[in-house]
């Protein structure tokens, strides 16, 4: 099965600075990837997902991009973070169930990254 | 458009059953999700439905799809203090290992001693 490694766990960033987050995946391969947000009190808003590597699609325009150096790798960035920033960033991608139906897949998170924005 | 509707806060009192609900506007979803957050966690998958069933049971979770009216709910028996958490219901659009999810907002279910 799979592991997703997100980093850092927490970060605080003033505004106006670059943002680098990390997610990497072990145990499977060409896996397609996610970057959703939480912000406080409210649903995950799904950020950006790709399929493979300098692949990405954009889900909302924003101050945030997305790249895909590596097969596992899966990174979201800014130039200058914005106090709408601050939010729980998790990063996922899609995994069969054991046992389940073959056409079935769960879409399997990371820890997350809570970032404040000040 | 996609969007997924969930009331936001849900109170019961500890062995009692609890009921959370999501309604969403777009039916070519092709699977349908119950996820559960604990507080700073990510989210864990608790139990999903195929959207051409209308019902499916798991231990204490039961999870109930009216398509007619577009309507899921899951419904936790004999509910205990460590079920406190976010639930987020999601479809799935797209097939296989590649799609994606769309999530409503989220219900807080608070549960008393």
């Known amino acids: 099965s799979q592991t997703i490694h997100q980093w850092p766990a927490t970060l605080v960033q003033p505004v106006g600075s670059p943002l680098s987050l990390e997610c990497t995946v072990e145990?499977?391969?060409?896996?397609?990837l996610y970057w959703y947000r939480q912000a406080a009190g409210r649903g995950l808003q799904l950020l950006f997902y790709s399929v493979g590597i300098g692949q990405i699609s954009s889900e909302v325009p924003q101050n945030l991009s997305a790249s895909r150096p590596q097969d596992r790798q899966f990174i979201l960035s800014s130039k200058k973070l914005l106090l709408s920033d601050s939010g729980f960033y998790l990063c996922?991608?899609?995994?069969?169930?054991?046992?389940?139906?073959?056409?079935?897949?769960?879409?399997?998170f990371g820890p997350g990254t809570r970032l404040t924005v000040l | 458009g996609e969007d997924v509707e969930q009331s936001l806060f849900l109170s019961v009192r500890e062995g009692d059953s609890s009921v959370i609900n999501c309604t969403y506007t777009?039916?070519?979803?092709?699977?349908l999700y119950w996820y559960k957050q604990e507080p700073g966690a990510g989210l864990q998958l608790l139990t999903y439905?195929?959207?051409?069933?209308d019902m499916k049971q798991d231990q204490r979770l039961t999870v109930l799809l009216n398509k007619k009216d577009k309507h899921l709910s899951l419904r936790i028996a004999d509910t205990q203090t460590g079920d406190s958490a976010i639930y987020f219901c999601a479809e799935k659009f797209g097939s296989g290992n590649t799609g994606k999810l769309i999530f409503g907002q989220g219900t807080t279910l608070q549960v008393k001693p």
């Open positions: 145990g499977t391969s060409n896996p397609n």
């Open positions: 996922a991608s899609w995994q069969g169930l054991a046992g389940g139906p073959s056409s079935y897949n769960e879409q399997f």
């Open positions: 777009d039916s070519s979803s092709t699977y």
């Open positions: 439905i195929f959207s051409n069933m």
